[in-house]
Structure formats: structure tokens, C-alpha cells
């Protein structure tokens, strides 16, 4: 057992390094680097070069990797390309900003999500199934900028209930995005909630399909008992895998509603990076969320091996 | 004694037939294919059948509302936006269409045969796919992008590449499910060679996941192409396309709502569209998909 | 209470077909099962038995409906009570007994929550007394260290401990009725027997009625006082067990048991052709018209009524006066067998096979395999024209041997050589390919050894153009040519597998690989995935394929009757390794191994005069052991500790019958025949 968590947690190491070293590589294909970024237009010449001899940026390219990852993992991340704020400041705002998003959304969607996927399981093909499908197909389809786009007519442009855009500063304690986070929130929820509640739906209609429920049928076992105690807890299994990819989504993927919105995460923050040639914050940025990807998935896979007898038993003997 | 044997072509001809009814005989999948089919067609031929000149700009006339001359009315700078929502989607579905085919055939390709090695590459390409995952695809593409521009040499070859990665992984998954039926084990006994295995008894069974697989892959590059031009990223003015038709129109949203009501409509229709048809034709190739986030 | 417990009257359930028609699943079965009474039902695939039996309890799968009569147990209409009624019946008064209990076991509640759920639902036992109950049952069934049991989850209980732990369950609520849907069906031989006698005992000691449904005619002789055998949907014989089972009036009742290939008759079952109607395929007149010897012109236009006679038995047939006619056993061919010495075919060389091989920490401290081997000490010689049985149960390591003879598995030890002393390579890439063709493999399941995406035509092509590099026309006409040995007409060649029946496919298989001309055939359980009737076919064409081509087989089965059929010799197995080795006849008669001697005794034959001798434990091994006889820990003549610590040396009996055993074959001749004596007294 305790062998086989070990294995999971280098594997998860050796993920990180390997992203790490790819996103050292994707960046150095960029144009330019923090040198042009900081001296703009006077970056050339004389100038260009006695700047590259200080940042260290004339070194072989794995001797600039290795620093950087060693002191990253020492959670240095270094110092933004215009030389003033540490980067681990400037994004540590941002993080939380996405994390409070995330959080929010998530807490709305997946018990919505879970819900609902259950009722269009169990009320297969009648009116509820067809309407929250059809909605879903909906949600899943648009684009986040479309619907956002949508909501934003309709709330703030035509109710004029609420805020269509976010003006708090990036460093404000949470409190404040309120009631600026409602709407993006509504918009990640409504995708969010359409994919997994799909997943859980196809899920519930499989496991109802199968030998055990009939049995417990026979058995005399009341139908609500049947579907909390013998459903679900083999229905939902899977879905402990999606919500660990949608965390990871929230967290790296929502650019565009961060976007649409102004709001201040660490999405906007990377590709504003990316436009004004911020190097060391694009890296920051990137290693970040792929540690959290593989963390989550982690998890979520502890978590899955944790709640399936079959994984864990399995496990418990190999030792 | 006269045999008639099918014909390998013949066979194939007869199944993709019935599947195509069997998809249209659905509501989903007649709904879905008539639009994918409207929009290609309307892709096809737009550049005949509009009214104004896409470029065309006009300072006396901004932002006005549906009339007669303008159907959807004018966008910020004068021009005619029923012209600009009817060529909106051609640079999208030339990207995508081609990028869908080339992403789909290198991804299953390289899934197909990682999944028949096997072994310690196999699980180390695993990881390094894992790891490509696990970065947030906004920063990948802009790595490209930024680079070497944004025309259409430069995002095709990108979303191609960047839609693979999953295909790599679905293929592998299908091929291990194939490669552990007994057919393949009496295929290897017989001694077949590997290629004649492959081609023979492990494709035609992969393909059926590949092409359910490709139509949701063009569904989400169509996303992620709309979302760039959106980002101004993609698509450069004056091309009309409606990723970026929206993002220039949501500024005066507030008063010119149609400049932004026509490219969402089109935009929706034809991604559910595509979406129907795959759901669609997953159900009559008997094939499960667990829904999953797109990455 | 009188009157019947379970009346059913002219029922009929039925389904909504593609084009909107009803298709009927069960046709006006009518079925009285009275209190203690034991009934079997009788059918193959497609006859509807399972439908009936779920029927009982008011519950019909997704899609069908009743469409005519009803189902009463005591008394009341099941199909008119509401759900609550239903929900205090079903596992309570009348409880179900699962056909695969691995999959009708919730995988994430452990077998202690399960029972103690049935006695909440259903037993008159207070809250705190659940737990000791539950572990009573659990050892009323038998199953050892019963506390134990309680705690696990049922993936990691055997088959049998699984199929046990339902039966408790159903216990649980004290039944009157139980009904059993092909409750041993992919059990070992030994299993079987030992749960079968515990369902006897239980039934007996507890006044249950019990609905048993099974295509197994042997658990039923066993076990059911009244049989009842279906046919498409409708019941075409009903009677006492001894007149259905040793005297049957049905033409079908009659074609089925002389099927059954029995250990005492070493002649081939004669094969029933044709297959079932499908539902809504049977049309005006009787059902089984298309494959009845007794057919006439009356039998195709109208239907029999279904007919009660004096003798207590009822039959649905125009014609069951002659019935007596058609042959029970007996007039099967002998199978084609040597005369005289033949050369090595096949020569297996102190085989070894391991499935685990060794890994990282096994390289570092010196081992050179993983542990103890899964086969080992192989040695067999297969004489050119012979058919070689391998019997064992699961585990015994008989389908890993095919595949190492196939290539697909290198053995991790010993050699294998072919005829004129060729050595054949470990694996199959690396084979000449006269090799490779001279030896084919057919798998047990057609479902999967056919490429569902290829016709049958492109399936034959395979070996043709592998091995004869046949093209065109050429190819075609072999390709029928091959198909009507196999009894099958040309048009079959344009079709997909999923449009065949199982037997169909399994001579395609057949078909294919005879069309490679093979030297040496090997058949992996081909018969076990098919209905009876259907597994003499496919023996009777295995047996005319040899005599004609005169090809080796070695046929692996876990049934011993099927491999007592064909077989010149036979090997037992267990554990993977080799028990004894003989001609089938001396195998299949006294004296004997130990363990083939508890295999032998636990087979049921249908004939309810006969009773199984169960003298080992079930007990369900993992692994064998590292030294010493493999049978050591289940045998019940075992000597003592050289059981344990010595390898049994091979004991030599008449001919080349020999027997791997401490014990010497004149010992186990006087214990066997002792035994034997006791029984009969």
C-alpha cells in the first residue's frame, strides 16, 4: 500500500520535471527574452549585451535550466523581467484571485452537477432528461466567451442586475470581488456543470443496467435504498476523475473568461507575460499550474483506489 | 460452383451507408448533420452570394440597427454584418478542417503503436504525454503563435499538433481493449506479420473510436480557434471571422446588440451541430464515450 | 395454505421488435410448483427458462411486457401488487439465488453489509442479534472461517464462495420458495457437486420449493423431483425427473438428452442440427417442426395443445406416441481411433511455463524465474493420428499448455518437439512457417475469435492467402469448398459473425483453421460456450475432420464426458501438473489418481439414479505448492508427510496407463474398488 502511494508520488515528481523541462524548452523558442522585454526599444547593441552578461542569459541553456528549476523548487521563482517585484508576490495574488474563482464555481457546480446527473440517470428519457440534456448540450457547446458575452448582455446590459466587469485590484482580499464574481462564476458553472453532469448521467444509467441492481431488486431492497446504497457509490466513481481534471481546467484553462471579464487571475496574467516578453513569469506561471494539474490528479487517484474496493484490496496485497 | 465474395470495398461501402442512416434516422443526428452540412455549404459558396464587400467600409453609417440594406445592420467601422456572419466562417472551417484530419490521423497513429509495444517506452511516453497535458493549452499555443505569427500556415500546424496529444492516448486505449481479443491472439498464431495484424485485424476496429473521436477533436478546435481570434490571436482584421467579429463588437454591446447576436448564433449552431452528429454517430457505432472536460 | 405456492397460468410475455411488432419471449406457459417441491426448467438459450423464472417473482427485464395470464405466489396476483408488497416478498418469502454471483454482488459493500441487509429487510431478528445471525448463515453454507468471509468484499471470494454467499442471503429471510437461475454455471466440477448437495440438504431440511433453472441436466437429476423442458418459449414437456430424464416423450426432450455425451458411453452424442426459432419466429404450426424427425404435414400448420396425461406427465407434441422411436444414446459414431503405432506428432519435453517472469528484485538476488512455476514436469508424447485430452479444472494449467504449444506463451522450461524430431521455436514470431501452418488453434468463445469487422469470406481468406498464396477465383472456391466441410452453405460467406448463431461461428472457426491443412490441431474449451445440443455437432465434425484428414488433436476441456467422447488418451491435470496419463478408457476407470478419482465422482450425470461421491473439500487452490505432490492438501488418501516433501513417482498400470502417486496402483485399485463397494451398500 504504502509502496504503491510512493510510486504514484515519483511518478507525479518525474511529471512535474518533465513539464518543467518542456516549458523551459517552449520558452526559449520565444522571440526575445528578458533582456528585450525590459530595455524595449533600446534593446540592442552594447546595451542588449552588457544587460544578457548580468541576467546570466549568455550561459548554455541547461545551465540556466538547472538554476532555475533548482530555486524553483525551492520556491524562488525569481524576479520579474522589469527587475522590481518578486515574481512569487505577483503571482501569489493572482493564484489566489484564481483560486477563490475556482473555488466558488466549484462549490456551485458539482453538487449541482451530481445532482442532476442522477435525476436525467434515474428519470432516463422523460421530460427532465430531455430539458436539463438539452440545456447541457447547450452549455457544453458555446464558447465560455459566447455565453459570458450572452450574460453579460442580458444581466448587466439590459437587467442591469450586475456587474459585467471586475475592477477590483489583483491584491484585494476576497471579499471584495463581490458581487463582480457572480457572473463568471455562473459562466464556468453552467459549463462546468452541463460536462460532468453528462459523465454522471451515462455513469448512473450504466450501473442501473446492471446485474447487482436487479439483484438487489430481487432481493426486496427499496428503490431509494437501492440507488444510495448500491448505485451511487459505483455510479459516482468516476466521477472523482473529472472533477480533478475540471479543478485543473478552472485553474489554467478559463484565459478567455478571465478575459471577457477583466478579471484578475493568473490566465490574464500569462498571456500579458507572454505579449510584453515576461520570461520568468510565463515560467512561473506555467510550472505552477502543472503542478497543481498533476497534485489534483494525484489525489483524485488516491482518492479512486481509496473508494473502489476492487483497486484497493488489490493494492492492500501487493503491498 | 459460382461464389460471389464480397469485396473488401464493397463492405465498406454497404456499413458506412447504414451507419449514415442509422444517424439520420436519430433526431440528434438528423439536426446535427443539417447543420454541419448548411455551414460547409454556406462556407462554400458565401463569397458569391453576399451583398457587400467584407472590407468595405462606410464612416457615415456605424453601428446602425437591421434595416433593409443592412440586414444585421453595420459594425463599428461601417462595414455590413450579415456579410461579415456569412463569411465569418471560412478561415475557421479551413483551419480546422484541415487541422481535425492531420490531428486525428498523427495522434492515432502514434497511439496505435505505443499501444502495441508496450513496455517501459510506452509507459515513458505516457508520462511525457501526461506532462504535455498538464499545461494549460492557452499557454501552449501562444508559445507557437508568438513566435511564428498567426496566418494560417502557423495555426494550422499548431492546433494540429496540440489536438493530437489526447488522440494519442484514446487510440492507445482502444488499441489495448483490440489487441486483448481472441481474434488478434489467433491472428499472431496463425503467424500473420505485424503489419498485416495492424492493418487487418486492429484497425478497422480503432477506427470506429478514432472517427467518433475526430468529430468531437473539430468541435473543440473550433473552440479553441474562436477563442483565439477572440483573444486576438488568431484571425487578423480585416478577415471576418466570428471569434473575432464578437470580441470587437462586445464593446458596444449595450446599444448594438446585433453585431454581436449574429456571429454568436452562427458560431453555436454549427459547434452544436458537430456536437449532435458525434453523439449521434457514437450511438450508432455502438460506441461508450465518457464525457471529459476539453483540453 | 392450499392449493399451489407458485401458479403460474398462460402466461405470455413479449417484446416490441424493431419494426413494431410483438415478439413473443414466452408462449402460454402454464407451471404449478406446490409447498417443498422441487421443479426443474429445462432449456437452452433462447427458450425463455430465465424470463420464466423472473417472471415468478413479478419482475420482467426492461422492454418486455405480460401480455396474457398471470403469476400467483400464495395465492396473490404478482403482478397486481404494489411495490411495497412485492418489495416484503422478494428476498424474503421467495428469494433468488443469482446465475453469476461475481456480478449480482454490489462490488462496494462487503458481504457482511449485504446479508445483514436481508435480514433487516426480511428476518424476525432483533437489530443487535444481525451480525451473529448473519455469520450463522454464512456457515449453514459452508463456507469456512465464516467471520472472516464477513468482512471482505465479494471480488475477492472464489466463485464458489461467491455463489455460496448468495445462497445465504437468500436464506436469510427464511424462503418457502427459492428460485435458482443457472446457479453453477461456470463452476468448477467439484464446486458444482458440493453446492448442488448443499442446496439438496437445505431444501430438504427446510421445506423450500425450488424453482431450478438449468441447461444442465445433471444438477437438475440431482436436485428436482418434477422437470419441465422448454423450447422457444414454450413448455414442450412436463413430468417427473426419472420419465423426463430416462423416458421423455418429446421429440426435442429425446434429441436433447441423446446429445449429452455421458462418461459411461464412450460412443459420440448424436448432434440435434438446426437451431432454435428466434421470437416471433416460430410461425403457425409447432415450434421445433424444422428439427423434428417425427415431422409431418400437421405439424407445420397447427400448433399442439399442450396435454395432460394419466401418467402424470404432459406433453405438447402430435406425434409423442412415436417418440420412443428416436434413439436416446447409443447410436453416436465411436470415434475414429489408431490402430497399431503411429510416429510422434507431438512431444511435449519436461514442459515448464510461468506466467510471472522474473522482475527487477528476482534478477538482483539470483532467482532465475519468479517463484514456484504455474505448470511444470510436462511430459506427454502424441502420436500422429491421436487425440489427446487434457482435462483439469481452473487452474490446472491446460489452456497455458495449448498456448505454449501455439507459441503464443514461451515456456520458461523444457522443449517442445514435432513430428520427425524438429524442435519447435518457443515463440510463434519466430517459427518457419511450414510450422506455422501445420499447427492451428481454435479459442473457446466464436464471439471473440472471429474479427467482428470481417466477413466470413475475408476471415477464411486469412489463412488461404497466408499459407497458399490462393488469390481470385481460386481463393473463392476454396473458401466454399472449406465451408461446406464444415457443414455450412456458401452463402454463409458474404455475411458478418454477429449474424450467426454460436455454432455457426464456432465451425467457422473450425473451418478456419482446417484450412490451413494442419498436422496438429489444438482445441482450447471449444464446445464449453455452447448449448448442448449444439457441442454434439460441433464434436461429431471435429471427429469427421479427423478421420478424413487424419489430423492430432489435443483438446483441452474442463467436462469430462465432452473429452471421454473424443479422446483416445487423456492427461489430468492439476495445478498445472500432470496426475495421470492413459488411454481414456483405463483413465476413466478404476484404479485411478486420487484426484481424478474425486473429479470422476463429482461429474452428474442426468440420471437421477446416479448420486456424485464428493470426498474433497471444494477448497479453491492459488498456487502449487513448492514441493511435494500438488494434490497434497486436498487429497483424501493421502499418506503423510512424503506427500508433502517427495514428488510421487510415476506408478505404471496396464498398457501405458500411468499414475503420478505415492501410493502404488494395486493399492489404489483395493482402496478405489472398496470405496465403490461401501457406496453401493
Known amino acids: 500500500m504504502l509502496a504503491m502511494l510512493l510510486r504514484r508520488l515519483f511518478l507525479g515528481l518525474v511529471t512535474v520535471w518533465i513539464v518543467s523541462m518542456i516549458i523551459f524548452a517552449g520558452v526559449e523558442m520565444l522571440p526575445g527574452d528578458s533582456c528585450t522585454a525590459f530595455l524595449e526599444r533600446e534593446a540592442k547593441g552594447k546595451l542588449l549585451e552588457n544587460c544578457r552578461e548580468a541576467q546570466g542569459l549568455n550561459r548554455p541553456a541547461a545551465e540556466r535550466y538547472f538554476d532555475w528549476a533548482t530555486s524553483a523548487a525551492r520556491g524562488d521563482l ?34 449541482l452537477a451530481i445532482f442532476l446527473g442522477v435525476v436525467t440517470g434515474l428519470w432516463r428519457d422523460r421530460p427532465v432528461d430531455l430539458a436539463v440534456s438539452t440545456l447541457a448540450i447547450f452549455a457544453m457547446t458555446i464558447p465560455e466567451f459566447v455565453s459570458a458575452t450572452v450574460l453579460i448582455l442580458v444581466f448587466s446590459v439590459w437587467l442591469g442586475w450586475l456587474p459585467g466587469i471586475v475592477l477590483t485590484s489583483a491584491s484585494a482580499p476576497a471579499s471584495e470581488f463581490f458581487p463582480e464574481i457572480i457572473l463568471p462564476v455562473l459562466v464556468l458553472t453552467m459549463v462546468m456543470t452541463a460536462h460532468i453532469l453528462r459523465m454522471v448521467r451515462s455513469s448512473v444509467i450504466e450501473v442501473m443496467a446492471g446485474d447487482y441492481i436487479q439483484m438487489a431488486t430481487l432481493k426486496g431492497v427499496p428503490y431509494w435504498r437501492i440507488v444510495f446504497r448500491h448505485a451511487l457509490p459505483n455510479a459516482l466513481l468516476p466521477a472523482i476523475n473529472v472533477v480533478a481534471l475540471t479543478i485543473a481546467w478552472l485553474l489554467g484553462g478559463v484565459v478567455v473568461i478571465e478575459v471577457v471579464f477583466n478579471y484578475p487571475g493568473l490566465g490574464r496574467m500569462m498571456i500579458d507575460a507572454i505579449s510584453d516578453r515576461d520570461l520568468p513569469v510565463v515560467q512561473a506561471i506555467a510550472l505552477i499550474v502543472a503542478t497543481v494539474y498533476v497534485c489534483v490528479n494525484l489525489s483524485a487517484d488516491i482518492l479512486t483506489m481509496f473508494a473502489n474496493p476492487r483497486l484497493r484490496t488489490l493494492h492492500m496485497r501487493r503491498g | 460452383m459460382t461464389v460471389t465474395s464480397a469485396s473488401p470495398q464493397n463492405t465498406r461501402l454497404m456499413r458506412t451507408l447504414s451507419v449514415l442512416r442509422d444517424v439520420v434516422s436519430r433526431p440528434s443526428g438528423a439536426i446535427g448533420l443539417f447543420l454541419v452540412v448548411f455551414h460547409v455549404v454556406l462556407a462554400l459558396v458565401s463569397p458569391w452570394i453576399v451583398p457587400y464587400d467584407y472590407k468595405a467600409m462606410n464612416s457615415a453609417m456605424m453601428l446602425t440597427g437591421p434595416e433593409a440594406t443592412h440586414w444585421l445592420g453595420t459594425d463599428h467601422l461601417g462595414r455590413d454584418v450579415f456579410t461579415r456572419v456569412l463569411l465569418g466562417g471560412r478561415e475557421a472551417l479551413l483551419v480546422t478542417g484541415i487541422a481535425t484530419p492531420i490531428a486525428v490521423t498523427w495522434g492515432g497513429f502514434v497511439g496505435i503503436l505505443f499501444g502495441l509495444i508496450g513496455g517501459r517506452i510506452d509507459e515513458v511516453l505516457m508520462r511525457v504525454v501526461d506532462a504535455f497535458l498538464s499545461l494549460p493549452w492557452i499557454l501552449k499555443m501562444l508559445v507557437l503563435i508568438v513566435t511564428f505569427g498567426t496566418g494560417i500556415e502557423v495555426l494550422i500546424p499548431t492546433l494540429a499538433f496540440f489536438y493530437g496529444i489526447p488522440v494519442i492516448r484514446i487510440a492507445r486505449a482502444a488499441t489495448h481493449d483490440v489487441v486483448a481479443r481472441d481474434f488478434v491472439s489467433a491472428a499472431r498464431a496463425r503467424g500473420h506479420s505485424r503489419m498485416t495484424i495492424i492493418r487487418h485485424e486492429l484497425l478497422p476496429n480503432v477506427l470506429d ?27 487578423s482584421p480585416p478577415t471576418p471571422d466570428w471569434g473575432l467579429m464578437i470580441a470587437d463588437a462586445r464593446g458596444f454591446m449595450s446599444f448594438a446588440p446585433w453585431g454581436v447576436l449574429g456571429p454568436v448564433i452562427a458560431l453555436s449552431s454549427l459547434i452544436i451541430g458537430i456536437n449532435l452528429t458525434a453523439d449521434a454517430l457514437a450511438k450508432a457505432l455502438g460506441i461508450d464515450r465518457a464525457q471529459k472536460a476539453p483540453v | 395454505m392450499t392449493g399451489p405456492l407458485i401458479d403460474i397460468r398462460n402466461i405470455s410475455v413479449g417484446f416490441t421488435g424493431k419494426s413494431g411488432a410483438t415478439l413473443p419471449v414466452l408462449r402460454n406457459i402454464d407451471l404449478k410448483v406446490n409447498a417443498g417441491e422441487s421443479i426443474g426448467i429445462v432449456g437452452e438459450s433462447g427458450s425463455g427458462k430465465s424470463t420464466l423464472a423472473l417472471a415468478a417473482m413479478g419482475y420482467l427485464k426492461r422492454g418486455l411486457r405480460l401480455m396474457d395470464g398471470s403469476v400467483a405466489f400464495q395465492g396473490q396476483d404478482m403482478f397486481a401488487r404494489t411495490r411495497t408488497e412485492l418489495e416484503q416478498i422478494r428476498g424474503g418469502e421467495l428469494a433468488l439465488i443469482p446465475q453469476n454471483s461475481g456480478q449480482s454482488l454490489t462490488p462496494t459493500l462487503r458481504i457482511g453489509a449485504q446479508l445483514v441487509e436481508a435480514l433487516r429487510l426480511h428476518a424476525d431478528v432483533p437489530e443487535a442479534q444481525y451480525s451473529a445471525k448473519a455469520i450463522e448463515l454464512l456457515g449453514q453454507v459452508r463456507l469456512p472461517d465464516p467471520a472472516a468471509i464477513m468482512t471482505r ?70 436436485v428436482c423431483d418434477r422437470v419441465v423442458v422448454m423450447y422457444a418459449g414454450e413448455v414442450v414437456l412436463e413430468g417427473s425427473t426419472r420419465q423426463v430424464l430416462k423416458t421423455p416423450i418429446h421429440p426435442y426432450a429425446r434429441g436433447l438428452l441423446a446429445s449429452i455425451p455421458r462418461l459411461s458411453d464412450p460412443r459420440l452424442p448424436v448432434a440435434l442440427d438446426g437451431r432454435p426459432p428466434a421470437p416471433g419466429g416460430a410461425g403457425q404450426g409447432c415450434s421445433f417442426v424444422d428439427r423434428c424427425a417425427l415431422a409431418q404435414d400437421g405439424c407445420r400448420t397447427s400448433r399442439p395443445d399442450f396435454e395432460r396425461l394419466p401418467s402424470g406427465e404432459a406433453v405438447r407434441c402430435f406425434h409423442y406416441q412415436e417418440a420412443h422411436q428416436l434413439s436416446l444414446t447409443g447410436s453416436g459414431a465411436i470415434p475414429a481411433s489408431l490402430d497399431g503405432a503411429s510416429p510422434s506428432a507431438l512431444h ?29 514436469g ?56 511450414d510450422h506455422l501452418r501445420k499447427i492451428q488453434l481454435i479459442f473457446q468463445n466464436p464471439d471473440d475469435s472471429l474479427n ?18 490462393l488469390t481470385g477465383d481460386a481463393l473463392h472456391q476454396r473458401s466454399a469448398e472449406i465451408l461446406d466441410r464444415v457443414r455450412l452453405g456458401a452463402h454463409y460467406l458474404d455475411r458478418l459473425p454477429s449474424q450467426l448463431s454460436g455454432g455457426e461461428k464456432q465451425r467457422v ?126 487429497c483424501p488418501r493421502k499418506i503423510g508427510r512424503i506427500c508433502d516433501t517427495d514428488t510421487p513417482p510415476w506408478q505404471q498400470g496396464v498398457k501405458d496407463h500411468t499414475i503420478k502417486c505415492h501410493h502404488s496402483i494395486a493399492d489404489l485399485a483395493a482402496a478405489q474398488a472398496e470405496g465403490a463397494a461401501g457406496q453401493r451398500a
Open chain 3, 153 to 222: 468484499f465479494p471480488h475477492e471470494l472464489s466463485g464458489g464462495q461467491q455463489q455460496r454467499a448468495a445462497i445465504g442471503m437468500a436464506l436469510a429471510g427464511e424462503p418457502t420458495a427459492l428460485l435458482l437461475d443457472e446457479p453453477t454455471t461456470g463452476l468448477d466440477v467439484t464446486t458444482q457437486a458440493h453446492i448442488l448437495e448443499l442446496l439438496r440438504d437445505i431444501a430438504r431440511d427446510r421445506g423450500m420449493a425450488m424453482v431450478y433453472v438449468s441447461h444442465d441436466l445433471g444438477a437438475i437429476a440431482r
Open chain 1, 78 to 111: 525569481g524576479i520579474s523581467a522589469n527587475g522590481e517585484k518578486s515574481i512569487a508576490e505577483l503571482v501569489g495574488d493572482r493564484l489566489g484571485n484564481s483560486l477563490l474563482l475556482a473555488a466558488c464555481s466549484l462549490a456551485l457546480g458539482v453538487p
Open chain 2, 209 to 235: 473510436t478514432l472517427m467518433v473521436e475526430g468529430a468531437m477533436r473539430w468541435s473543440w478546435m473550433l473552440l479553441a480557434f474562436s477563442s483565439l481570434s477572440f483573444l486576438g490571436f488568431g484571425v
Open chain 3, 509 to 634: 472457426a473450425i473451418a478456419r483453421a482446417f484450412a490451413a491443412e494442419p498436422d496438429l490441431v489444438l482445441c482450447d474449451e471449444v464446445t464449453s460456450a455452447l448449448d448442448v445440443s449444439v457441442q454434439a455437432a460441433v464434436l461429431d465434425l471435429l471427429n469427421d475432420l479427423k478421420a478424413t484428414q487424419g489430423t492430432t488433436y489435443v483438446f483441452v476441456s474442463h467436462d469430462l464426458a465432452v473429452v471421454r467422447a473424443l479422446s483416445d488418451r487423456v492427461a489430468v491435470l492439476y495445478q498445472g501438473r500432470l496426475c495421470e496419463l492413459g488411454p481414456s478408457a483405463d483413465v476413466y476407470a478404476m484404479p485411478s489418481h486420487p484426484y481424478t478419482e474425486v473429479l470422476l465422482g463429482a461429474v452428474l450425470e442426468p440420471d437421477p439414479d446416479t448420486a456424485p461421491t464428493l470426498s474433497a473439500d471444494d477448497v479453491v487452490e492459488l498456487s502449487p505448492p513448492a514441493q511435494g505432490c500438488p494434490f497434497q492438501r486436498r
Open chain 3, 348 to 376: 511435449l519435453d519436461d514442459l515448464a511455463i510461468s506466467y510471472r517472469r522474473p522482475g527487477l528484485y528476482d534478477k538482483v538476488l539470483g532467482r532465475d524465474s519468479a517463484g514456484v512455476p504455474t505448470v511444470d
Open chain 3, 378 to 433: 510436462i511430459e506427454i508424447t502424441v502420436a500422429k493420428g491421436e487425440t489427446l485430452g487434457l482435462v483439469g479444472e481452473s487452474g490446472s494449467g491446460k489452456s497455458t499448455i495449448l498456448k505454449a504449444i501455439a507459441g503464443l506463451l514461451p515456456p520458461s522450461g523444457g522443449k517442445i518437439t514435432v513430428a520427425g524430431g524438429q524442435a519447435l521455436a518457443p515463440e510463434v514470431e519466430h517459427r518457419s512457417p
Open chain 3, 452 to 469: 467482428p469487422r470481417q466477413t466470413i469470406a475475408q476471415i477464411l481468406e486469412q489463412p488461404l492467402k497466408l499459407y497458399f498464396g
